[in-house]
C-alpha cells in the first residue's frame, strides 16, 4: 500500500487488497470457524450451512500500483507492490447475504518492484528496478513513519455487505490499515467451480485516507501521488474440516 522514496526514486506502498466474494450483514444465529482469527483476535463468524473455503496463496495475487507526481515527476518511478502469504477465508451460504470473507495480508511480505510485476503492469512500469533500489524502498515502507510493520503486522479486510449477483457482486469491504479502518465498494467478478472460489477486480485507494501523508521532496517538485490503484485476483479451495459449519 502506502510508501515513500527512496533514493532518486519515489518508493511507495499501499495496501492492497480485497477478497473474494460476497457478503453481508447476516441476521440471526451463526457458527464460527476456529482460523485465522478476525482482527480483533475472535474466532469468525460464519452463517449455519455455509460452505468455508481457505484462501489459497499460492494461486492469489494482489497488486498495488503506485504513482509519481509534482512538476519533476519524470525524475522519479513508478511503483508495483505485490503481497504474499495472504490468509483467510470465504463462506458461501444459499445468497449473497449469507455469504462473505475475511483475508489477512502480513506487510512484511509485500515484495516491491518484482520485474514480472512489473512487466504486467504496463508500460508505464519500464524496465527492471536494481536489487539495491528495491531493498531500500521494502525497508522504507515498513518504518514507523510508513506502514509502522513492527505496530501493525498485516493488513485486514473483511466483508461489510454486497448487492448484485454472485457473478457480478458490488462489494462493501472494510480494510484496517496502521489501526485505521475504512470500508470501500469493490466491484468483483466470482467464479465458482467445484471446490474452488476465485474472485477478481480492481479499486483506488488514497493514502491520506489512512492517515500517510504521501512523501514528497524538493518542495513538491517530486512527490508521490495520493491515489493508488489495487487490482487483485483472490483464489480459494473448500476446506476440508469445515465444508460445512453445523
Not at 80 to 92: F, K, P, Y
Not at 125 to 140: I, K, L, Q, S
Not at 143 to 153: G, I, M, N, S
Request: glycine letters at 8%; one cysteine or more.
Amino acid at each position: 500500500m502506502l510508501t515513500h522514496l527512496a533514493g532518486a526514486s519515489i518508493r511507495a506502498v499501499s495496501v492492497l487488497v480485497a477478497a473474494a466474494a460476497l457478503a453481508g450483514c447476516v441476521a440471526g444465529r451463526v457458527e464460527t470457524v476456529s482460523t485465522p482469527e478476525s482482527a480483533a483476535g475472535a474466532a469468525i463468524a460464519v452463517p449455519p450451512g455455509a460452505r468455508v473455503f481457505s484462501i489459497d496463496p499460492a494461486a492469489t495475487s494482489i497488486t498495488v500500483l503506485v504513482y509519481r507526481a509534482g512538476p519533476m515527476a519524470r525524475l522519479g518511478h513508478n511503483h508495483a507492490i505485490t503481497s504474499g502469504d495472504e490468509t483467510g477465508v470465504v463462506w458461501l451460504g444459499a445468497a449473497a447475504a449469507s455469504s462473505g470473507f475475511e483475508i489477512h495480508v502480513p506487510v512484511a511480505a509485500f515484495v516491491v518492484d518484482d520485474p514480472q510485476a512489473r512487466a504486467a503492469s504496463g508500460p508505464e512500469f519500464p524496465g527492471e528496478v536494481p536489487d539495491d533500489a528495491r531493498a531500500g524502498t521494502t525497508a522504507n515502507m515498513l518504518r514507523t513513519e510508513v506502514l509502522d510493520a513492527a505496530h501493525y503486522p498485516e493488513v485486514v479486510v473483511r466483508s461489510v455487505a454486497a448487492t448484485g449477483t454472485w457473478q457480478q457482486a458490488v462489494l462493501q469491504a472494510s480494510v484496517r490499515l496502521k489501526g485505521v479502518e475504512r470500508q470501500v465498494e469493490v466491484p468483483v467478478a466470482l467464479t465458482v467451480a467445484g471446490d474452488t472460489v476465485e474472485a477478481t477486480g480492481a479499486f483506488e485507494l488514497r493514502q491520506t485516507d489512512f492517515g500517510i501523508t504521501p512523501f514528497s521532496v524538493g518542495g513538491g517538485a517530486i512527490q508521490v501521488a495520493d491515489i493508488i490503484k489495487v487490482s487483485f485476483k483472490i483464489a480459494a479451495v473448500l476446506s476440508p474440516a469445515a465444508d460445512k459449519v453445523k
